[in-house]
């Protein structure tokens, strides 16, 4: 089991940046491969960006290629996702979460408990 804590959502404008931090514990983090879904009002939770720890493996939902970055920093035993040229679509509560593929989004089974990003056209 891992605990998975997000921050740093916050209101920002139409082709802003932000950078959301998920801080990973629990004695099996290395295990699993840390991922970003999002949740949008109105809409079901879907997949955003996972990495493996080594960050040698990594996976991106189309709507975000070229605009999202996930990178780790295995010493702090944080992910972190650089969301740039925001769009309105991108409003939504981001969730970080474990699993066991990168490339499995149905692998990841361990939830955050969220952080609110609200992009204002």
């Known amino acids: 089991q891992v605990q998975l804590v997000e921050s740093g959502g916050r209101l920002v404008q139409t082709g802003g940046s932000l950078r959301l931090s998920c801080a990973v514990s629990g004695r099996s983090v290395r295990r699993h491969v840390i991922g970003w879904f999002r949740h949008p009002p109105g809409r079901e939770r879907e997949p955003v960006a996972a990495?493996?720890?080594?960050?040698?493996?990594?996976a991106y939902v189309d709507s975000v290629k070229g605009r999202f970055s996930i990178s780790s920093d295995n010493a702090k035993d944080m992910v972190y996702l650089q969301m740039n040229s925001l769009k309105p679509d991108d409003t939504a509560v981001y969730y970080c979460?474990?699993?066991?593929?990168?490339?499995?989004?149905?692998?990841?089974?361990?939830w955050g408990q969220g952080t609110q990003v609200t992009v204002s056209s």
């Open positions: 990495t493996s720890w080594s960050g040698v493996t990594t």
């Open positions: 979460a474990a699993g066991g593929m990168v490339d499995d989004w149905r692998s990841f089974a361990q």
